[in-house]
Protein backbone atom coordinates (compact mmCIF):
# COMPACT_ATOMS: atom_id res chain seq x y z
CA UNK A 1 0.00 0.00 0.00
CA UNK A 2 1.13 3.47 -0.21
CA UNK A 3 0.93 6.64 2.20
CA UNK A 4 1.57 10.05 1.18
CA UNK A 5 0.70 13.24 0.45
CA UNK A 6 -1.81 14.23 -3.17
CA UNK A 7 -2.58 17.41 -4.88
CA UNK A 8 -5.61 17.17 -7.15
CA UNK A 9 -6.26 13.69 -6.37
CA UNK A 10 -2.70 12.24 -7.69
CA UNK A 11 0.13 11.35 -5.79
CA UNK A 12 2.13 14.87 -4.82
CA UNK A 13 4.81 14.63 -2.54
CA UNK A 14 6.72 11.87 -0.38
CA UNK A 15 5.10 8.81 0.10
CA UNK A 16 6.14 5.28 2.03
CA UNK A 17 5.51 2.38 -0.20
CA UNK A 18 4.68 -1.20 1.82
CA UNK A 19 5.71 -3.85 -0.11
CA UNK A 20 7.26 -7.30 1.21
CA UNK A 21 7.80 -6.07 4.54
CA UNK A 22 9.71 -3.31 3.76
CA UNK A 23 9.13 0.29 3.52
CA UNK A 24 9.97 2.14 0.54
CA UNK A 25 10.39 6.02 1.21
CA UNK A 26 10.08 8.12 -2.49
CA UNK A 27 9.31 11.52 -3.65
CA UNK A 28 6.32 11.87 -6.62
CA UNK A 29 5.65 14.36 -8.68
CA UNK A 30 2.62 14.81 -10.57
CA UNK A 31 1.43 11.14 -9.94
CA UNK A 32 4.83 9.81 -11.65
CA UNK A 33 7.87 8.11 -8.86
CA UNK A 34 10.94 9.88 -8.90
CA UNK A 35 13.21 6.79 -8.23
CA UNK A 36 16.67 8.57 -8.49
CA UNK A 37 16.52 8.29 -4.36
CA UNK A 38 14.53 5.55 -2.70
CA UNK A 39 15.07 4.60 1.15
CA UNK A 40 14.59 1.46 1.62
CA UNK A 41 13.96 -0.28 5.51
CA UNK A 42 13.33 -3.24 7.56
CA UNK A 43 10.11 -2.46 10.01
CA UNK A 44 10.59 -4.65 13.05
CA UNK A 45 7.86 -3.28 15.22
CA UNK A 46 8.44 0.68 15.83
CA UNK A 47 11.78 0.63 14.59
CA UNK A 48 12.75 0.84 10.82
CA UNK A 49 16.48 -0.43 10.28
CA UNK A 50 18.05 1.01 7.08
CA UNK A 51 18.82 -1.05 4.03
CA UNK A 52 19.35 0.83 0.97
CA UNK A 53 19.53 4.34 -0.08
CA UNK A 54 19.75 5.30 -3.54
CA UNK A 55 18.62 4.98 -6.61
CA UNK A 56 16.31 2.08 -7.64
CA UNK A 57 14.25 0.71 -10.99
CA UNK A 58 10.54 -0.32 -10.48
CA UNK A 59 9.69 -2.90 -12.18
CA UNK A 60 6.89 -6.12 -12.70
CA UNK A 61 5.86 -4.58 -9.40
CA UNK A 62 9.94 -5.01 -7.56
CA UNK A 63 12.47 -2.32 -6.82
CA UNK A 64 15.62 -2.76 -8.16
CA UNK A 65 18.41 -1.94 -7.06
CA UNK A 66 20.84 0.39 -9.58
CA UNK A 67 23.17 2.91 -7.60
CA UNK A 68 23.87 3.60 -3.91
CA UNK A 69 24.59 2.81 -0.58
CA UNK A 70 23.77 -0.55 1.06
CA UNK A 71 23.40 -1.05 4.75
CA UNK A 72 24.95 -3.97 6.39
CA UNK A 73 26.27 -5.17 9.90
CA UNK A 74 29.52 -3.73 9.96
CA UNK A 75 29.01 -0.97 7.68
CA UNK A 76 27.82 0.29 4.17
CA UNK A 77 29.03 -0.78 0.52
CA UNK A 78 28.23 1.93 -1.85
CA UNK A 79 28.54 0.83 -5.61
CA UNK A 80 26.15 -0.19 -8.95
CA UNK A 81 24.00 -2.92 -9.32
CA UNK A 82 23.70 -4.89 -12.50
CA UNK A 83 20.55 -7.44 -12.30
CA UNK A 84 19.64 -6.40 -8.90
CA UNK A 85 23.09 -7.16 -7.95
CA UNK A 86 26.17 -5.37 -6.40
CA UNK A 87 28.73 -5.51 -9.69
CA UNK A 88 32.18 -3.66 -9.99
CA UNK A 89 34.24 -1.85 -7.73
CA UNK A 90 32.79 -1.03 -4.32
CA UNK A 91 33.61 1.48 -1.08
CA UNK A 92 33.03 -0.23 2.27
CA UNK A 93 32.84 2.02 4.86
CA UNK A 94 33.03 0.59 7.98
CA UNK A 95 32.09 1.55 11.66
CA UNK A 96 35.12 2.73 12.87
CA UNK A 97 35.76 4.89 9.85
CA UNK A 98 38.14 3.19 7.89
CA UNK A 99 37.28 2.53 4.15
CA UNK A 100 37.93 -0.62 1.89
CA UNK A 101 38.04 -0.93 -2.15
CA UNK A 102 36.08 -4.24 -2.93
CA UNK A 103 35.94 -6.06 -6.29
CA UNK A 104 32.19 -7.44 -6.68
CA UNK A 105 31.03 -9.59 -9.47
CA UNK A 106 27.20 -10.53 -9.48
CA UNK A 107 26.57 -9.68 -5.94
CA UNK A 108 29.92 -11.82 -5.31
CA UNK A 109 32.79 -10.06 -3.48
CA UNK A 110 36.03 -11.23 -5.48
CA UNK A 111 38.16 -9.33 -3.25
CA UNK A 112 39.64 -6.62 -0.69
CA UNK A 113 41.91 -4.43 -3.00
CA UNK A 114 43.63 -3.23 0.03
CA UNK A 115 44.73 -6.87 0.68
CA UNK A 116 45.63 -7.57 -2.84
CA UNK A 117 50.08 -8.28 -3.80
CA UNK A 118 51.80 -7.37 -6.46
CA UNK A 119 54.22 -9.95 -7.82
CA UNK A 120 56.45 -10.15 -10.69
CA UNK A 121 56.09 -13.85 -12.90
CA UNK A 122 57.29 -15.07 -15.71
CA UNK A 123 55.98 -12.87 -18.76
CA UNK A 124 53.79 -10.83 -17.04
CA UNK A 125 52.84 -8.41 -13.89
CA UNK A 126 50.60 -9.54 -11.48
CA UNK A 127 48.49 -7.62 -8.90
CA UNK A 128 45.64 -10.01 -6.81
CA UNK A 129 45.64 -12.97 -4.45
CA UNK A 130 48.20 -15.61 -3.70
CA UNK A 131 48.02 -19.30 -2.00
CA UNK A 132 51.40 -21.08 -1.31
CA UNK A 133 53.09 -18.33 -3.78
CA UNK A 134 50.58 -18.99 -6.54
CA UNK A 135 47.78 -16.80 -7.89
CA UNK A 136 44.57 -17.93 -5.95
CA UNK A 137 41.64 -16.18 -5.91
CA UNK A 138 40.89 -12.89 -7.62
CA UNK A 139 43.84 -11.39 -9.62
CA UNK A 140 44.84 -9.25 -12.90
CA UNK A 141 47.63 -10.07 -14.87
CA UNK A 142 49.12 -7.85 -17.56
CA UNK A 143 51.60 -9.52 -20.23
CA UNK A 144 55.07 -8.73 -21.15
CA UNK A 145 53.36 -9.09 -25.10
CA UNK A 146 50.56 -6.19 -24.01
CA UNK A 147 48.02 -8.53 -22.94
CA UNK A 148 46.04 -8.55 -20.01
CA UNK A 149 43.65 -11.09 -17.86
CA UNK A 150 41.27 -10.62 -14.71
CA UNK A 151 39.60 -12.57 -13.47
CA UNK A 152 39.48 -15.83 -10.84
CA UNK A 153 42.92 -18.05 -10.86
CA UNK A 154 43.21 -21.76 -9.16
CA UNK A 155 46.35 -23.13 -8.77
CA UNK A 156 48.29 -20.19 -11.34
CA UNK A 157 46.02 -20.79 -13.74
CA UNK A 158 42.39 -18.98 -14.58
CA UNK A 159 39.84 -20.47 -13.56
CA UNK A 160 35.79 -19.47 -13.05
CA UNK A 161 35.14 -15.99 -14.97
CA UNK A 162 37.64 -13.78 -15.57
CA UNK A 163 38.22 -11.72 -19.01
CA UNK A 164 41.59 -11.68 -21.22
CA UNK A 165 42.53 -9.23 -23.97
CA UNK A 166 44.84 -10.55 -26.15
CA UNK A 167 47.63 -8.67 -27.60
CA UNK A 168 46.35 -9.03 -31.53
CA UNK A 169 42.87 -7.29 -29.92
CA UNK A 170 41.23 -10.23 -29.66
CA UNK A 171 38.86 -10.76 -26.39
CA UNK A 172 37.25 -13.71 -24.39
CA UNK A 173 34.95 -12.94 -21.39
CA UNK A 174 33.12 -15.46 -19.46
CA UNK A 175 34.21 -19.57 -17.51
CA UNK A 176 37.51 -20.57 -17.73
CA UNK A 177 38.52 -24.08 -16.72
CA UNK A 178 42.20 -24.52 -15.35
CA UNK A 179 43.53 -22.25 -17.82
CA UNK A 180 41.06 -23.14 -20.87
CA UNK A 181 37.62 -21.73 -22.68
CA UNK A 182 34.79 -23.49 -21.42
CA UNK A 183 31.06 -22.92 -20.84
CA UNK A 184 29.50 -19.50 -20.88
CA UNK A 185 30.71 -16.85 -22.62
CA UNK A 186 31.23 -13.74 -24.98
CA UNK A 187 34.19 -13.92 -28.00
CA UNK A 188 35.27 -10.69 -30.26
CA UNK A 189 37.55 -11.43 -32.59
CA UNK A 190 39.25 -7.69 -33.44
CA UNK A 191 40.54 -8.25 -37.07
CA UNK A 192 37.41 -10.22 -38.62
CA UNK A 193 34.95 -8.30 -36.32
CA UNK A 194 33.11 -11.47 -35.83
CA UNK A 195 31.47 -11.48 -32.23
CA UNK A 196 30.10 -14.89 -30.30
CA UNK A 197 28.07 -15.10 -27.67
CA UNK A 198 27.18 -18.82 -26.35
CA UNK A 199 28.29 -21.85 -24.52
CA UNK A 200 31.65 -23.36 -25.41
CA UNK A 201 32.04 -27.03 -24.40
CA UNK A 202 35.85 -29.03 -22.92
CA UNK A 203 37.00 -29.08 -26.50
CA UNK A 204 36.54 -25.42 -27.22
CA UNK A 205 33.58 -26.49 -29.70
CA UNK A 206 30.52 -24.04 -29.22
CA UNK A 207 27.29 -26.24 -29.15
CA UNK A 208 24.88 -23.21 -28.85
CA UNK A 209 24.86 -19.60 -29.15
CA UNK A 210 24.94 -16.73 -31.72
CA UNK A 211 27.78 -15.87 -34.48
CA UNK A 212 27.41 -12.46 -35.69
CA UNK A 213 29.50 -11.30 -38.45
CA UNK A 214 30.72 -7.76 -39.90
CA UNK A 215 28.43 -7.23 -42.92
CA UNK A 216 25.81 -7.83 -40.28
CA UNK A 217 24.60 -11.29 -41.25
CA UNK A 218 24.14 -13.73 -38.19
CA UNK A 219 23.41 -17.45 -37.08
CA UNK A 220 21.80 -18.30 -33.74
CA UNK A 221 21.16 -21.57 -33.06
CA UNK A 222 22.67 -25.25 -32.60
CA UNK A 223 26.55 -25.99 -33.34
CA UNK A 224 28.64 -29.09 -34.83
CA UNK A 225 32.55 -29.60 -34.47
CA UNK A 226 34.68 -27.51 -36.00
CA UNK A 227 31.90 -24.48 -35.58
CA UNK A 228 29.82 -25.44 -38.24
CA UNK A 229 26.09 -25.23 -38.19
CA UNK A 230 24.71 -28.58 -37.00
CA UNK A 231 20.59 -28.71 -35.46
CA UNK A 232 17.99 -26.54 -35.02
CA UNK A 233 19.08 -22.74 -35.75
CA UNK A 234 18.16 -19.69 -38.23
CA UNK A 235 20.40 -17.65 -40.28
CA UNK A 236 19.88 -13.82 -41.58
CA UNK A 237 21.95 -13.04 -44.38
CA UNK A 238 23.06 -8.83 -44.80
CA UNK A 239 20.77 -8.79 -47.55
CA UNK A 240 17.73 -9.40 -44.72
CA UNK A 241 17.24 -12.74 -46.47
CA UNK A 242 15.77 -15.81 -43.69
CA UNK A 243 16.66 -19.29 -43.20
CA UNK A 244 15.72 -20.92 -40.52
CA UNK A 245 15.21 -24.84 -40.30
CA UNK A 246 17.74 -27.60 -39.75
CA UNK A 247 21.17 -27.75 -40.84
CA UNK A 248 23.45 -30.64 -41.35
CA UNK A 249 27.82 -30.50 -40.83
CA UNK A 250 27.05 -26.47 -42.31
CA UNK A 251 24.35 -27.13 -44.76
CA UNK A 252 20.66 -26.46 -44.53
CA UNK A 253 19.38 -30.18 -44.55
CA UNK A 254 15.66 -30.60 -44.44
CA UNK A 255 12.53 -28.14 -44.13
CA UNK A 256 13.53 -24.36 -44.52
CA UNK A 257 11.34 -21.62 -43.81
CA UNK A 258 12.61 -18.81 -46.23
CA UNK A 259 11.43 -15.08 -45.59
CA UNK A 260 13.09 -11.07 -45.50
CA UNK A 261 12.90 -8.61 -43.17
CA UNK A 262 13.65 -5.12 -43.20
CA UNK A 263 12.89 -2.96 -45.46
CA UNK A 264 11.06 -5.59 -48.22
CA UNK A 265 9.06 -8.09 -45.94
CA UNK A 266 8.36 -11.24 -48.00
CA UNK A 267 6.07 -14.02 -46.44
CA UNK A 268 7.86 -17.04 -45.32
CA UNK A 269 8.15 -19.92 -48.10
CA UNK A 270 8.45 -23.55 -47.08
CA UNK A 271 11.73 -25.08 -48.75
CA UNK A 272 13.27 -28.37 -48.64
CA UNK A 273 17.05 -28.40 -48.47
CA UNK A 274 19.57 -31.48 -49.17
CA UNK A 275 23.54 -30.27 -48.78
CA UNK A 276 22.37 -26.99 -49.39
CA UNK A 277 20.39 -27.39 -52.67
CA UNK A 278 16.96 -26.94 -52.86
CA UNK A 279 15.00 -29.85 -53.60
Given at each position: ?????????????YFEH??D?K??????V????I?N???V??????V??????G???Y??GR??FQE???????GR??GK???????G????H???????????????????????QK??F??????G????G?????G??H?????TYK??????VPH?NG????ANG?????????????G???????Q??IT?D??L????????G???Y???S??????G??????G???H??AN?VV??G???H??????????SV?????DP??CF??D??V?
Amino acid sequence: RFEGYFASDVRHGYFEHYLDNKVYRLKFVDGKPITNYVEVYQRDGNVDKAIFHGACQYRDGRYVFQEGALFVDDGRLVGKWKDGQLDGTVEKHNQDGTTSTLIYDKGRMLCDLSKLQKVQFAGCSYVGMLQDGKRHGYGEAHYDDGGTYKGNWQNDVPHGNGTTVYANGDTYQGNFDMGNWQGNCKIVWKQSGITFDGYLDSNNNCTKGKLVYADGSWYEGEFGESWCYHGAGKHVAANGVVHEGTWLHGKKHGNFNKYSVGKTHVDPVSCFYQDDMVC
